[in-house]
């Protein structure tokens, strides 16, 4: 960029004798007149040593910052939260969790505001920084530039690749005697090899390979590893790609519309992504202000099958995916057979297709077929995201296959008000062949912060009942639950939705080829049941748990706090 044009708004800090007070901070920092006569583009860092997902970011955005100033901008650098799902799941801090995209969204949104920034690139590592990284790009509508902080490598273990998924799912089969725990102490040890985000198709790469299918993020740059080369190249070309969309004034609001969000959601389905995947693509349809339903994930779903083998319905990584030519290979899949539009728009200025054509990808035949199916020989005819209702989940309910796509199952209620007594309940090796565990009043209000259920999911799955016991909440899972988890079940139990009327024994079914989730008990017992219960209380009276779980919307929607684009309830 030659000329620092006259509408940015850095203009407001930067030109002017008024402003010689301004500029002398900047001056403070380093920056010179060069500096100040270009365009100011924020880099949002949520480096942290809480996570691998994040510890490595202030390299990432070093690069970035490295990016933008070769692109003649002038990078200013500010840092963000995070909170490790992995090291706050099964505790009261996973309540946290949700919560922190939303203050991730807010405290950039903020920092943009407040300091009259031309544009951004938004850094993210570990689940929720991506959501709420994305969200404040639509929300601010600056020229912005999303970029992964890239995927941790497999580590190894008795002779094969392993995740922390595995590690989750040893404390289950320790409990249930079917591993010692030395082993589990050895898996431990070589799980998480390195710095980078979890690998499987989890949340984190699931929301990274949304965010190319949005058109946020280049097309192609989700794949490479955080500690690999190429991933800070990636990022270097973030930062010189933030100028060119301050030149030519491209912001979010001209990258997304409605085709973006159908285009996100078959890549999740056809990839096997992470339930959270619906609560956050609902969540940034709602900044964007694009109409999108919790039903059309599964009319989308049912017309678009699933062709990637990844974790944890499969048995690859995202490093696995990258060696195959990454997201791009998935996606070229889908436009050829008609199931995403390559027409819509991305960060670069050019359409999907036209990305396409520009990045060399290895031929179809040349992909390994056990990995990526062609459309018309998918490992399942349908997507991975199944949205049931029915009495239990008037609202809907979320479920991801990981196994059959017929699965029924019948059976008594086994009624928990929180994670930690059903944990327990499985610990102890209680469950049996049938049961229905119900987690409730862990919905975003209810928890609040809507926690995520890998303790317990894979506790179950450990202990050797994936395919034998189904498990209801108005909570979430995380992206590595597998299983016949059915998680935001909505309305939530904390406000009256009719999970909350559940008594242990009371008859539940699932059926996914139905799309149903549903008790035996009629619509008026229910409403007694309901009436006749006390109104729960808030779990917190006080701090950023309360404030936020008072301002919480329904999973449904998003579980948005923005007031400005909350749906009436």
């Not at 991730?104 to 943009?112: K, P, R, T, Y």
């Not at 195959?324 to 996606?331: D, E």
């Not at 409730?440 to 259920?453: I, L, T």
């Not at 059915?486 to 799309?515: K, Q």
């Amino acid at each position: 960029m030659t000329e620092k044009p006259d509408h940015l708004r850095s203009n407001e800090v930067t030109e002017g004798v008024e402003r010689a007070p301004h500029r002398a901070m900047f001056r403070a920092m380093g920056y010179d007149d060069h500096d100040l006569s270009s365009p100011m583009v924020g880099v949002a860092n949520p480096a942290a040593d809480v996570t691998p997902c994040n510890v490595h970011l202030d390299d990432v955005a070093a690069a970035a910052y490295d990016g933008v100033d070769a692109a003649d901008g002038m990078p200013i650098e500010f840092g963000t939260i995070t909170i490790s799902d992995a090291v706050s799941m099964g505790t009261e801090g996973m309540r946290a969790s949700l919560i922190s995209r939303e203050v991730i969204a807010d405290s950039v949104e903020l920092v943009a505001f407040g300091e009259r920034l031309d544009g951004l690139v938004t850094v993210a590592g570990c689940d929720k920084n991506l959501p709420g990284m994305m969200m404040a790009a639509i929300r601010t509508d600056l020229p912005s530039v999303f970029l992964y902080g890239g995927s941790i490598m497999p580590g190894e273990h008795d002779g094969r690749e392993v995740t922390v998924q595995n590690v989750f799912e040893g404390v289950g089969a320790v409990a249930q005697g079917d591993m010692s725990e030395d082993e589990l102490d050895d898996l431990e040890r070589h799980a998480c090899p390195g710095a980078g985000s979890c690998g499987g198709m989890f949340t984190a790469n699931t929301m990274a390979s949304i965010s190319e299918a949005l058109g946020l993020a280049p097309l192609g740059s989700a794949g490479a590893p955080a500690e690999h080369d190429e991933r800070y190249e990636i990022a270097e070309q973030a930062g010189e790609l933030a100028l060119d969309c301050i030149e030519n004034d491209r912001k979010p609001s001209d990258v997304l519309d409605k085709r973006s969000f159908e285009n996100a959601i078959a890549l999740q389905v056809a990839i096997g992504g992470s339930t959270n995947g619906v609560l956050h693509l609902l969540a940034l349809a709602a900044e964007a202000g694009i109409d999108l339903t919790i039903e059309e994930f599964d009319e989308i779903s049912r017309r678009t099958p699933k062709i990637a083998n990844l974790q944890p319905g499969g048995e690859r990584v995202m490093n696995d995916l990258y060696e195959q030519g990454g997201v791009p290979v998935i996606v070229r899949r889908l436009v050829d057979a008609g199931l995403f539009d390559g027409d819509a728009m991305t960060v670069t200025g050019r359409t999907i297709s036209e990305e396409l054509e520009q990045l060399d990808l290895p031929d179809d035949d040349e992909i390994d077929a056990e990995f990526v199916r062609p459309v018309s020989d998918p490992f399942h005819e349908e997507g991975a995201i199944k949205i049931l209702t029915g009495n239990l989940a008037p609202d809907g309910a979320v479920l991801k296959v990981t196994g059959e796509d017929n699965f029924h199952h019948e059976g008594p209620a086994r009624v928990f008000e929180t994670e930690e007594s059903a944990m327990k309940y499985v610990q102890e090796g209680k469950i049996e062949s049938g049961d229905v565990i119900v987690i409730r009043n862990e919905g975003p209000q209810g928890g609040p912060g809507m926690r995520e259920m890998l303790g317990v999911t894979a506790a179950v799955v450990g202990a050797g009942h994936e395919d034998d016991v189904a498990m209801i909440t108005d909570g979430r899972f995380s992206g590595a639950t597998r299983g016949p988890m059915i998680g935001h079940v909505a309305p939530e139990s904390f406000a009256g939705g009719p999970i909350g009327a559940l008594e242990d024994g009371d008859h539940v079914t699932v059926d996914i080829a139905d799309r149903t989730l549903a008790t035996d008990l009629s619509d008026e017992e229910i409403e007694a049941r309901l009436d006749a219960r006390d109104d729960p209380e808030p779990a917190y009276t006080n701090g950023v748990l309360a404030k936020y779980g008072a301002t919480f919307g329904s999973a449904a929607e998003g579980a948005v706090t923005n007031p400005g684009v909350k749906r009436d309830e």
